[in-house]
């Protein structure tokens, strides 16, 4: 069974940093990995998409590498401002008996300090 | 990119009553999905909602408890009955995008129950 985790849960940095976002996977038999963000009560914004052959992508401060034989994600945020302030949240895609389906890691709540 | 909606966006109801949750996608799509993120957690998948047959549920969810309607390619329901405080969570209905299996997500009905 795919479990997704994430680490650190909890996050608090000054502004102006460079900070890195990880995320675990049990299953390396997956599609694709998933970065979004998700204010307070709000619903979720997608940051990138890794395809299972890429290794990395990019957009704008926003990086993120995929490693699927060790199980592993990394979200590189360059510059860190206060509006960066928000939960973040892999999701790996996966297939079961043909059904495909996301699972979804614990989140990271960043919260960057002005 | 696809752009979702949903209603209502929040709703405070009686234990013992029941709700339904409307998702509109501006395009067509194949896959839909409906998730619960109960407060302080991350995403649990529902179902996955098939145009024009019946819903695919996660093990934990039946039908009965969560109705599900998907009578075209861009519209799907989802209803929660026989309320309880403990269904309070936000619920959230999400696509995939046909280009690069990107998902996207509605922006969540915040759902408290008395």
């Known amino acids: 069974k795919q479990e997704v985790t994430q680490i650190p849960a909890a996050l608090s940095v000054p502004e102006g940093e460079n900070l890195v976002l990880n995320c675990s996977f049990t299953d390396s038999a997956i599609y694709n990995l998933q970065w979004f963000r998700q204010d307070p009560g709000k619903g979720l914004t997608s940051l990138l998409l890794?395809?299972?052959?890429?290794r990395e992508q990019t957009s704008g401060r926003l990086n993120a590498s995929l490693d699927k034989s060790s199980g592993r994600s990394t979200l590189y945020i360059a510059a860190s401002q206060p509006g960066d302030s928000a939960t973040y949240l892999c999701?790996?895609?996966?297939?079961?008996?043909?059904?495909?389906?996301?699972?979804f890691g614990t989140g990271t709540r960043l919260k960057v300090l002005a | 990119s696809a752009v979702i909606s949903q209603k209502p966006s929040r709703d405070i109801c009686q234990r013992g009553t029941s709700l339904t949750i409307q998702c509109q996608v501006d395009?067509?799509?194949?896959?839909m999905f409906w998730y619960r993120q109960q407060p302080g957690q991350s995403l649990t998948l529902i179902a996955t909602a098939n145009q024009g047959s019946e819903a695919t549920y996660e093990s934990g969810f039946v039908i009965d408890k969560f109705p599900i309607s998907r009578p075209n390619l861009t519209f799907s329901t989802l209803t929660v009955s026989n309320m309880s405080p403990e269904d309070s969570s936000i619920y959230l209905c999400?696509?995939?995008?046909?280009?690069?299996?990107?998902?996207?997500f509605g922006p969540g009905t915040r759902l408290t129950v008395l």
């Open positions: 890794i395809q299972s052959s890429q």
């Open positions: 999400s696509v995939v995008g046909s280009s690069y299996n990107e998902q996207f």
């Open positions: 999701a790996v895609r996966t297939s079961t008996s043909g059904t495909y389906k996301y699972i």
């Open positions: 395009s067509q799509v194949t896959m």
